[in-house]
């Protein structure tokens, strides 16, 4: 038998119901927020990911579904969403336009990660990035936006930040690390001994506990930030806590992505197991110059749909009854039930069963459709004009004539 590949999944019935309750919200939230949808390709060359997620991360280095086209073109299934809305924001010349620009998007991301609960290796994430505002109220305000999403959905997750720095602090600060790091090389495992050399500030979340024990003692970045950082983060912690955001400083949040400078946050669920992340995102004010584009400030952040879909799985399902059931009740009346229904789409919810049944099997099906209605049309029924309905609520029967049926069921469905 053919199955999925591992790591991928079938989003369906329960999972697709709250897969787009989720989106709903977020998309709903980022409009009021001023954000546009955008959509770019799944595939893109392999060279955007290299030169913006960063040669040194775990995600190029190891995750990537990287392979040669029928050209000989080397192409990746995206990873991540930043990298090419970048490219697209650059390609349609957006950099020269000036101005600020704010997208939107959800779809697929895949990275080639050992499954296990919460992580996919393809999976679902909804992003918004801005584009030309430098300003921390913009950090901020991404922030707070995706804590909204959250709290619309009644998910509890703590939020940390940090501060990364930037193009003159950072070095600086990387250069007082991997000292710090190679006095302690021995003790580090292979992996941080390996990233001392290519990618330092990882080192600092590095799982392993005996490593964690050896960086508690190492130089943090955010008391290595220059004045103009520092004073970015301390008001980004002022905002915050003026509009009622609680929030964790956490010197070691690097992430996994090398693109980020200045603001760099994550929302995590207690909820979850290993994979705690339900969203994270940051400011990366140099990525779009590094794509070959105009200098441009960036912040934005993704979520992770499947992660906030597992904690809204052990959420009661909203039992509500929605819309109508409409079936026949002989062969001959089925071309009038059709009719109906096609006029109560127009408004409302509408499902109906081709197959002429009973009243009993009509009213067990519609049970089943979660139908707030049940309508059925006979020989008596036509022959009067009229069909028949059972609000499934509240168990009343009744007729109403044709001619005013869309007129009744237009507030009630
Ligand atoms: P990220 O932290 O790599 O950031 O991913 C964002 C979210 O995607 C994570 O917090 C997590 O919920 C979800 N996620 C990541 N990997 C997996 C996986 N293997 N399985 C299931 N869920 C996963 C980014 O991707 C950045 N592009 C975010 C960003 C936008 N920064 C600025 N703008």
């Known amino acids: 038998m053919i199955k999925a590949l591992r790591g991928m999944n079938d989003i369906l019935d329960e999972q697709a119901r709250i897969y787009s309750q989720i989106l709903n919200v977020c998309e709903r939230v980022a409009r009021n927020y001023g954000f546009c949808l955008i959509e770019t390709p799944k595939l893109e060359q392999t060279a955007l990911f290299r030169r913006s997620v960063g040669e040194s991360s775990d995600i190029v280095g190891k995750e990537m579904y990287e392979f040669s086209d029928k050209s000989g073109d080397s192409v990746c299934l995206r990873p991540e969403g930043t990298a090419g809305v970048v490219r697209a924001f650059i390609e349609k010349k957006l950099d020269r336009s000036g101005g600020v620009h704010k997208f939107y998007y959800q779809g697929s991301m895949f990275r080639y990660e050992r499954p296990q609960k919460g992580r996919l290796r393809e999976f679902h994430q909804f992003g918004v990035e801005c584009f030309g505002q430098s300003s921390v109220y913009e950090d901020a305000s ?4 995706l804590a909204q999403i959250l709290r619309e959905l009644n998910v509890a997750a703590t939020l940390k930040i940090n501060s990364l720095g930037d193009e003159e602090c950072m070095p600086a600060y990387k250069t007082k690390l991997v000292n710090f790091l190679q006095e302690h090389k021995d003790r580090l495992c292979e992996d941080c001994q390996r990233r001392i050399d290519t990618n330092p500030i990882r080192v600092l979340d590095c799982k392993n506990e005996s490593c964690q024990k050896i960086l508690a003692a190492a130089p943090l970045i ?41 603001t760099a946050f994550e929302f995590v669920s207690s909820e979850l197991g ?18 070959g584009g105009r200098k441009t400030a960036g912040v934005g952040f993704a979520i992770g749909i499947e992660r906030i879909a597992e904690i809204l799985k052990t959420r009661e399902a909203p039992q509500e009854r929605e819309g109508i059931y409409i079936g026949a009740l002989d062969e001959a009346f089925v071309s009038t039930a059709f009719s109906f229904a096609l006029k109560l789409r127009k408004f409302c919810k509408t499902q109906i069963s081709y197959e002429p049944r009973s009243l009993a099997k009509h009213l067990k099906a519609a049970d089943g459709a979660e139908a707030k209605f049940c309508l059925c049309i006979g020989q008596d029924e036509f022959d009067r004009a009229e069909v028949w309905c059972k609000n499934l609520e509240d168990q009343s029967t009744f007729a109403i004539k044709f001619k005013e049926v869309e007129a009744f069921f237009k507030d009630r469905a």
Request: proline share 0%.
């Open 142 to 145: 991404v922030i707070l936006m």
């Open 274 to 291: 290993a994979q705690s992340a339900v969203g994270g995102g940051g400011r990366y004010d140099r990525l779009v110059e590094f794509l």
């Open 222 to 262: 955010t008391e290595n930030l220059n004045d103009a950082c520092a004073a970015e983060f301390t008001q980004l912690q002022k905002i915050l806590t003026q509009n009622g955001q609680k929030f964790q400083i956490d010197a070691k949040l690097v992430r996994g992505l090398d693109y980020y400078c200045k």
